[in-house]
């Protein structure tokens, strides 16, 4: 058996390196490397500013115009549509093809659909799609306006990949499909993301740059205000949409549109009907269900996907029992795709070459593209009609002189020579001696000789107005006005993403719930809130349910009744005040100590709180009054402390060895009363005290009977209270402020309480009316709620009753305001707990 192996080549032969070159590495790294980034730039990911389209867009779109798959056509099978393309325009493989011909069918991807799907196309929430052997599809209306008068020369065509047949390099595009559709692709070293559109706004875009080409962009702003996501939504604010449109790039921040709808039994359900631009409601159920275990979110109950196919979007979140829907919104904002951003590149290739282009240049860009569509297909259909022109003038020679034309060709021995002797005896070119010898006889009836005239006269008319039509650029414009018009009849619509401006960096008080709540702050400096309704209400000399699990070296020092979303002024010792969020306090249970407070404030060592005052607003009208314990008080508009820096801000100037009291807001016109331990109480108008500077030191407000006595309360007269004091081993009373005369500032006022060995001096007063409820605080931490009718009132020269039972070596220092239980919403009553 003889061996056919050819023997191996001859290392050293010369035809070996006849076609090897040396090349660096590095050089023919970077060669290949740039070749193969500009194909995928130009071949792959970016699309053609005129039409729109990427090639495989265009290229699947050829195919099925091809197969004459129209919007009134049967459905092919995808697998037919995507072999042709495979096989005629794209060698990439079906893998490549199917996606992008699904992606153009989906109504969720695109704003205005090029493919009408039948089968299963996939779905928004991740669904893929049936195998491309169960689907098919034809071209919608859209898609075959994009590729209108594609065969009146409009383009220009190469030579598909194995030269079999040509293709178009791009399309006609008489629908503006890229501002419409938009477009996303990730090329080398660039990507584009452009948003779809609104049609009837592109086309009022486009017929603005054309009435006016130096229009600006604030006056296509008002044409075109954003994106028109096919999934809807809320875009939040404008700026993002400026900065895209201006140049070329931005961000917009697009959320979905939510509702709230009542069920039984005080529950709320929050519906959300639509998603932001290419959001999976899966991934936002997934991401609820992780914050839900985490615990960041306890308001939810249940979550359910309504969503059907027919209906549309419909995820349901079931609230638990009271819980506020709005917070549950904002917190779904703030942690779950539900607000998401979408990022515009407007980025495009603009004759072969990738361009970032601003809102006006993808405007013009369109337009320049249908007035070189128009001029060409208008040269097309003159060079036509001069064909024609020129074919029927022949004829009408002939059927003039009929006779002769007949005499002729009967003369003559062939065709040829017949066509050469009309050419000669009638001045006629070889096309119009064909035509004629091509003529039917039927043509000589009188009726056909008519409609040859006719037809010769309509195409003398159509001559003149393709000439016109070239050499008037106005009437291109006002042609492209028209195709427009039309678009826009046949497939406008309305916006379905709405505008509007929100905030969209979401604080943590829109998370937080305004609740009645009560801050405590001990001694030795923790700091706490817990629910009003976490302590029940208890008649009067009630021991109380623990406050705070406290040391036995810590006492409770404040409590303060407000709302969560209120401001706290929270003022110290030496007269500095800082301010604070009060949702920013931790929230802890009725036995929790709570957190430092120099974990909250920047305070001084052994600085003290004195007191805290619950704000909404800083208003110029209202005032700030201060009192220290030497009795100096002073006035500062309230307006001067909301601005306050980390270390807190100088509130009043002390004394040396005065410290502040206590501060109380008032309108300008009231009347104050100061109280003092000894039992003495000063009652004047606060007109009396001139508005100062905030760091003055204020101006003599009491003088004392005693030197070792001080002033423990500062109280502003309301028509509807009595003045409430309380002493520290548990007894107190209620005046009318009618029994304490009205003074000028300064003096050393009246007796208020008998502070004897049964009463121990006074801890704190307070303007109070019958419908409220009052806490007291003992230094061991319990708590009693009572209600203020439960304290007689009684005359001003009296000892009171007691108000809080007290233990032995237990003494109550401090009380609060609160509203009465009643109009507490679902207030539970807990057992009480012994300290």
Avoid at 216 to 239: E, K
Avoid at 682 to 698: I, K, L, N, Q, Y
Avoid at 747 to 775: K, Q, W, Y
Wanted: with cysteine; net charge negative; aromatic share 6%.
């Amino acid at each position: 058996m003889v061996d056919s192996t050819p023997a191996p080549p001859d290392p050293d032969s010369p035809d070996l390196h006849r076609n090897l070159r040396d090349q660096r590495l590095d050089q023919e790294m970077k060669s290949s490397y740039l070749s193969y980034a500009m194909s995928v730039i130009i071949q792959r990911a970016l699309p053609d500013v005129r039409d729109g389209l990427k090639p495989s867009q265009r290229r699947i779109l050829v195919a099925m115009n091809d197969l004459n798959l129209g919007p009134r056509s049967k459905f092919r099978k995808c697998a037919k549509i995507v072999g042709d393309t495979t096989g005629n325009y794209h060698p990439h493989g079906d893998q490549a093809v199917y996606p992008t011909l699904v992606r153009l069918a989906q109504a969720f991807n695109m704003r205005y659909q090029l493919i009408d799907p039948q089968g299963n196309f996939g779905f928004v929430d991740g669904s893929p799609p049936a195998a491309m052997r169960y689907t098919e599809a034809r071209m919608r209306a859209p898609a075959t306006e994009i590729m209108a008068d594609l065969e009146k020369e409009t383009v220009d065509f190469v030579p598909n990949y194995d030269d079999t047949r040509v293709e178009p390099t791009v399309l006609p595009g008489r629908f503006p499909n890229l501002l419409c559709n938009g477009s996303q692709g990730i090329a080398v070293g660039m990507a584009t993301s452009l948003p779809p559109h609104n049609l009837r706004e592109v086309v009022d875009g486009i017929k603005a740059v054309i009435a006016d080409p130096d229009i600006d962009l604030a006056a296509l702003l008002q044409i075109i205000p954003g994106p028109d996501f096919p999934t809807g939504g809320i875009i939040c604010g404008r700026s993002g949409i400026v900065r895209a449109y201006r140049d070329g790039r931005g961000q917009v921040t697009v959320r979905g549109r939510v509702h709230v709808e009542e069920k039984r039994g005080d529950r709320q359900s929050i519906v959300i009907s639509e998603l932001p631009y290419q959001v999976n409601p899966n991934t936002i159920f997934e991401r609820l269900k992780d914050l839900i275990n985490e615990g960041t979110i306890k308001s939810i109950s249940n979550l359910n996907d309504e969503t059907d196919r027919r209906a549309g979007m419909r995820l349901v979140i079931d609230l638990k029992k009271g819980e506020s829907a709005d917070v549950v919104i904002n917190q779904l904002y703030k942690s779950t795709p539900l607000q998401s951003t979408f990022s515009i590149i407007m980025l495009a290739l603009d004759k072969g070459r990738p361009r970032t282009f601003d809102l006006k240049g993808l405007l013009v860009a369109f337009k320049d593209h249908r007035v070189d569509v128009i001029q060409r297909r208008t040269r097309h259909l003159l060079r036509k009609a001069q064909e024609r022109c020129h074919i029927v003038e022949g004829l009408r020679i002939a059927v003039q002189n009929i006779d002769e034309v007949v005499r002729c060709i009967k003369e003559s021995s062939d065709p040829e020579s017949a066509r050469d002797t009309l050419m000669e005896r009638f001045e006629l070119s070889k096309r119009q001696a064909d035509a004629i010898l091509a003529m039917r006889l039927s043509r000589l009836t009188g009726l056909e000789v008519t409609k040859l005239e006719e037809e010769y006269q309509q195409l003398l008319a159509d001559i003149t107005r393709y000439k016109e039509i070239l050499a008037d650029i106005s009437i291109v414009h006002q042609m492209i006005l028209d195709e427009l018009e039309e678009t826009r009849a046949k497939f406008g619509d309305d916006r379905r993403t709405t505008i509007e401006d929100i905030e969209t960096d979401i604080e943590d008080e829109s998370l937080i719930v305004d609740q009645d709540v009560v801050v405590t702050v001990s001694h030795q400096g923790y700091i706490k809130r817990a629910l009003v309704d976490t302590y029940r209400s208890q008649g009067r000399g009630g021991k109380g349910v623990t406050g705070a699990d406290l040391k036995n070296d810590d006492f409770l020092e404040r409590v303060v009744v407000s709302k969560t979303k209120d401001y706290f002024l929270i003022f110290t010792d030496r007269g500095r005040m800082h301010w604070l969020k009060v949702y920013q306090i931790p929230e802890a249970s009725r036995q929790s100590r709570g957190r430092a407070i120099v974990n909250l404030l920047q305070l001084q060592e052994e600085e003290k709180i004195s007191s805290i005052i619950p704000v909404r607003e800083f208003d110029d009208d209202q005032f700030l009054v201060l009192c220290t314990a030497r009795g100096y008080i002073k006035k500062t508009a309230l307006s001067a402390f909301s601005n306050v820096r980390a270390a807190g801000i100088i509130a009043c100037r002390l004394y040396e060895g005065d410290s502040l009291v206590r501060a109380v807001i008032t309108q300008g016109q009231d009347e104050l009363v100061i109280g003092t331990a000894f039992g003495q109480a000063v009652r004047f108008s606060e007109t009396d005290v001139r508005p100062m500077g905030r760091t003055a030191r204020g101006v003599r407000a009491v003088r004392f009977k005693k030197d070792d006595d001080r002033v423990i309360g500062l109280v502003v007269r309301r028509p509807d209270a009595t003045l409430l004091t309380i002493c520290e081993n548990g007894y107190g009373k209620r005046t009318d402020f009618e029994e304490y005369r009205l003074q000028g500032r300064g003096g050393s006022g009246v007796r208020n309480i008998r502070t004897n060995e049964r009463n121990g001096p006074v801890v704190t007063i307070g303007a109070v009316s019958e419908d409220e409820d009052l806490m007291l605080i003992s230094e061991r931490g319990m708590i009693v709620r009572i209600g203020t009718g439960d304290v007689s009132s009684m005359g001003r020269d009296t000892q009171g009753v007691r108000v809080m039972g007290l233990r032995e070596g237990d003494r109550l220092i401090a009380c609060a305001r609160m509203a009465p239980e009643d109009e507490v919403e679902g207030a539970e009553e807990p057992e009480a707990v012994e300290d």
